[in-house]
């Protein structure tokens, strides 16, 4: 009975004519174990930190004091030193490797920081194009407000017009109480 149950499960597993081993399932609503990583990991957003603070250091004045005071002792130390205590003699070669291995470090840590604040500059520049589109939208519905405004102010009747209109019912009332009465002092023939 225990080989009909084999031969049940491996049929069902293993379709009719499958040469292939089964594939494990990935199964996609849980997340993958972690594998084991040969080279080290470290944090991009840590190391651009570190970068940009020794850009920010290679770029002042106290750097290259403190440069120029390292480069100076060295040469006169090889220079003046007995000749046992030197450690780099007249071309100063080793000091060369070591103004070369700077250099080439320095210049890979200075343009990730430029990156970075290349990175920085072009989402403030997007936030500033954005803001700058809210605020001509928001003028160009101003300004159709105070048009509106103006078009129905036009048509409000205003004191002055109102003044001006009630004199001229006056004049026009004074004008016809008037022509009677003139009338019949006028000429003194009768009708």
Same mark, same amino acid.
């Given at each position: 009975?225990?080989? !009909?149950?084999r ?14 081993a ?10 993958r174990?972690?594998? #084991? *990583?040969?080279?080290?990991? =470290? ?12 850009? *920010?250091?290679?770029?002042?004045? #106290? ?14 130390w ?11 003699? =007249? ?13 080439? =470090?320095? &210049?890979?840590?200075? /343009? ?5 604040? !290349? !990175?920085? !500059? #072009?989402?403030?520049l997007?936030?500033d #194009?954005?803001?700058?589109?809210r605020?001509? &939208?928001?003028?160009? =519905? ?7 405004? *103006?078009?129905n ?16 019912? /006056? ?8 022509k ?11 009708r």
């Amino acid at each position: 009975m225990a080989a !009909d149950d084999r031969e049940r499960t491996a049929s069902v597993r293993h379709p009719a004519g499958a040469t292939a081993a089964p594939r494990h399932r990935v199964r996609l609503d849980q997340p993958r174990a972690s594998r #084991r *990583r040969w080279l080290p990991t =470290y944090d991009p957003e840590e190391f651009g930190r570190f970068s940009e603070r020794i850009a *920010r250091f290679l770029g002042t004045g #106290r750097f290259i004091v403190w440069m120029t005071i390292t480069i100076v002792v060295w040469v006169l130390w090889n220079i003046f030193a007995p000749r046992q205590m030197q450690f780099d003699h =007249y071309p100063f070669i080793f000091l060369t490797l070591m103004l070369s291995l700077q250099a080439s =470090y320095a &210049a890979p840590l200075i /343009l990730l920081a430029q990156n970075r604040q !290349d !990175d920085r !500059d #072009r989402v403030n520049l997007e936030q500033d #194009r954005k803001q700058n589109e809210r605020s001509i &939208a928001d003028t160009e =519905y101003l300004t159709r407000e105070v048009a509106a405004l *103006r078009v129905n102010l036009g048509e409000v009747a205003t004191r002055d017009w109102i003044r001006s209109e009630l004199q001229d019912l /006056l004049k026009e009332i004074e004008d016809r109480t008037a022509k009677p009465a003139r009338g019949d002092e006028g000429d003194g023939r009768g009708r």
